[in-house]
């Protein structure tokens, strides 16, 4: 999965991503005087509740409505990652007040995917994010919708110029709706209350019908999937498997975008081509996904693997105008691709091993090379 989309932003969203990491403890420096001591069970504790909190996140990413289901105009996916309330401030703009208002009302866990409609030139761009957030209870997820709503039109988010303004979404009258009109161009956010859920859609393209009819949609594909969700008991959480299906190790590199371990539905979160990924990944048997630096996809079988690297090959050549590279003679059946420009993700390879498909992004050959090549070790050991 590429690992850095738009400079600053995605820069912020890494930082994120690596605080998030399971099973990573922050060790703070200690003076040459102070006696170690060892690590308590109340920290061992917090550490699990949290790794079990990113992972209720990661079974919420299963039952959240595809961005082209609600609207294929927006075919290219930006990324998608575990909702935290850090990620949340994010994609609203670097809005800290929106924040605060996740963790005032202890925002639990969740998931949010973003995709834009492709155009090359920034002013032509729309863009649809679409997520859902878990509360305690359903009290407290109708006050945070509320008080999101609020804290966006009080306060600026980092990254806006203009103002949002409340309004109302027809037929939704529990719907926070706010609007944006910032550089000539016009933006809804809504959050929606639902049981203990809160629904949480942004779009930017063309005009206010256009918004309405959008969200509405995703309204509509969101509610039944959250109806089928079993949420994880709070006090459960911290006894969660980050990692169920066993593939998260069989990821290499460290600095993926969108880290987790996932299954089918997830997985197509990420497709280039989501809709042609839906049948494909059916076809083939996609039981797993990982990412941890590369992503690493685990089908029925190795022909199954075969037509996966293939058809993800053609739709990242699609997507993102890259020519068929050399590959490393040493892995065999490796594809690469480039667009022989000089940035993060100018490179990427599909490697196979058995029944599960890799892929690994780099800025140049060798780089990419070397991640195919120990990509293909780990895959090649792999059960």
Known sequence: MRMFRVGAVLAAVIMVSACQEPGKTVRVPVSTTATAVPTTTEQADEQSLATGKLAEGLRMAEVLALPTDIDPAYPRHVGSNVLTSARLMIVTGHHKAIEEVADEHRLLAGFVTERFNGADASA?????????????????????????????????????????????????????????????????????????????????????????????????????????????????????????????DLSVGDNGSGRGAYRQHGALLFAEDQQAAVSLYREVGVSAMAIQGSTVYRTTDSAGAAKLAAATSAAIAAAWTKSVAPAPSDVPGATCLTNGEEHANAWVCLVTGGRYVGEVWGKSQDETHAAAREQQRVLAAAK
């Open 124 to 248: 032509d761009r729309s863009w649809l994010t679409h997520g859902v957030m878990r509360f305690p209870n359903a009290a407290t997820a109708a006050t945070a919708a509320a008080d999101f709503a609020v804290a966006a039109t009080e306060q600026q988010g980092m990254l806006q110029t203009g103002k949002w303004t409340p309004a109302m979404l027809p037929g939704s009258p529990a719907t926070q709706l706010v609007l944006l009109e910032d550089r000539g161009r016009l933006s809804g956010m809504a959050f929606t209350p639902q049981d203990e859920f809160v629904v949480f859609t942004e779009v930017q393209a063309g005009g206010r019908p256009d918004i309405e009819r959008t969200i509405t949609k995703a309204l509509e594909r969101q509610r039944p999937l959250l109806d089928s969700f079993t949420p994880t008991p709070e006090r459960e959480l911290a006894k969660l498997p980050y990692d169920p299906d066993g593939i998260y």
